[in-house]
Structure formats: structure tokens, C-alpha cells
T-cell receptor, first 110, second 116 residues
Framework: DAKTTQPNSMESNEEEPVHLPCNHS???????IHWYRQLPSQGPEYVIH???SNVNNRMASLAIAEDRKSSTLILHRATLRDAAVYYC???????????FGQGTRLTINP | EAQVTQNPRYLITVTGKKLTVTCSQN?????MSWYRQDPGLGLRQIYY???????DKGDVPEGYKVSRKEKRNFPLILESPSPNQTSLYFC???????????????FGDGTRLSIL
């Protein structure tokens, strides 16, 4: 399974932007990049996904490097409710599963 | 409201006593899956189903069974539970996009099982 590398933890302040990095140097041309997050005592929640181009939705933005070997999840204005573990996942073309790593634990300070 | 519902949310039971964790989704999704989450190991897939009567093993299927008789339901069965199956379990569902699973998955809130 293609692997992703994320920092174990990050900290930011409320109402500031947060940039969560992810390295995926072994990504292949047809792998999608997914981001999920898991709030305390809840199941994982879909955040965003993309293939090559940058993507925006109401929750976040996804910036994908030109060589696709890394990506960054951007929370434009963090709130306390954004404190969670964020998972960067490669969805391998033809494989019917998501492979979760350890994720980044994001702490938001008031 | 679109949701994936798991029951029970919590269960403490004893070794060898058969149990079933139910999972139901109301989004008409083809794909459903079970994961277990353990400290230090993250989420690992147990079984998945591409549609009614189509199921397949994930990464850690030993000791588990599933069935998919209806599109909305995907129960997880532990025929003879053992303590190493103590874990947090999640059910997920998604539609099947073009070329396979490229659609977001919706997760339930989890079932915490303790096998004594």
C-alpha cells in the first residue's frame, strides 16, 4: 500500500489558518489523495479529496504539489471544533479500501 | 438525515459468546465496510462489500464474518469472540464512482467492544 507521512502533532491558534502537510513520494499517477478527520469519540469524517488540481470546499482547501509527491490541507480559519486527528490517505486506483496511517493530531488554542 | 447507524454503541461480553454488531445506512450506497481501530495501529479494514451478496476480506478478517443480504445493512458477526477482538469498530459506506471507490466514505459513530 502506498504510504503517507504526516507530522504526529501540530498546534495552532483559533481564527488563524492551519496548514497540515502530507508527503506521499510513492504516489502513482492514478492515486487519489483523501483527507479525513476524526473528532474525539466520533467516526472519521470526510474532509476533501483530489487527484491533480487544487480543490476547495466549504470545510477546507487541498493544495497538491505539481509532482504530486506532497499535499497540504488548509483550514482557512481554525475554530476549536477543528481540533481532531487529521488523516492523509492515498486511495489506490482499483483498491477498494482506504488505508489509514497515524495522522496528525491538531490542537487549537483559544 | 444521511447517516450510518451502528448498534450497539458499547458492549461488554465474555469469550465465546456469539455477538452481532449491526450497521445500517440510508443513503442507498453500494459500498460498505468494517474497520477496527486500535491504539498505535490506526484503522484497519476487516471486510467490505461492493453490493448485495458481494463481500470480500480486508486486511484483518480472521475471527469475523459479514453478510450483505440487503443493500442498507451490513452486520459484523463474531462467532466466538476472543479478548484480542476488544476494539473500537467502525462501519462505513459510500457510493461507487466511476472506476471504483473514489467517493467519500461516511462513517458511523463506532461500537466499543470489550471481550473479557
Amino acid at each position: 500500500d502506498a504510504k503517507t507521512t504526516q507530522p504526529n502533532s501540530m498546534e495552532s491558534n483559533e481564527e488563524e489558518p492551519v496548514h497540515l502537510p502530507c508527503n506521499h513520494s510513492t504516489i502513482s499517477g492514478t492515486d487519489y489523495i483523501h483527507w479525513y478527520r476524526q473528532l474525539p469519540s466520533q467516526g472519521p469524517e470526510y474532509v476533501i479529496h483530489g487527484l491533480t488540481s487544487n480543490v476547495n470546499n466549504r470545510m477546507a482547501s487541498l493544495a497538491i504539489a505539481e509532482d504530486r509527491k506532497s499535499s497540504t490541507l488548509i483550514l482557512h480559519r481554525a475554530t476549536l471544533r477543528d481540533a481532531a486527528v487529521y488523516y492523509c490517505i492515498l486511495q489506490i486506483q482499483g483498491a477498494q479500501k482506504l488505508v489509514f496511517g497515524q495522522g496528525t493530531r491538531l490542537t487549537i488554542n483559544p | 438525515e444521511a447517516q450510518v447507524t451502528q448498534n450497539p454503541r458499547y458492549l461488554i461480553t465474555v469469550t465465546g459468546k456469539k455477538l452481532t454488531v449491526t450497521c445500517s445506512q440510508n443513503m442507498n450506497h453500494e459500498y460498505m465496510s468494517w474497520y477496527r481501530q486500535d491504539p498505535g495501529l490506526g484503522l484497519r479494514q476487516i471486510y467490505y462489500s461492493m453490493n448485495v451478496e458481494v463481500t470480500d476480506k480486508g486486511d484483518v478478517p480472521e475471527g469475523y464474518k459479514v453478510s450483505r443480504k440487503e443493500k442498507r445493512n451490513f452486520p459484523l458477526i463474531l462467532e466466538s469472540p476472543s479478548p484480542n477482538q476488544t476494539s473500537l469498530y467502525f462501519c462505513a459506506s459510500s457510493p461507487l464512482g466511476t472506476g471504483g471507490l473514489n467517493q467519500p466514505q461516511h462513517f458511523g459513530d463506532g461500537t466499543r467492544l470489550s471481550i473479557l
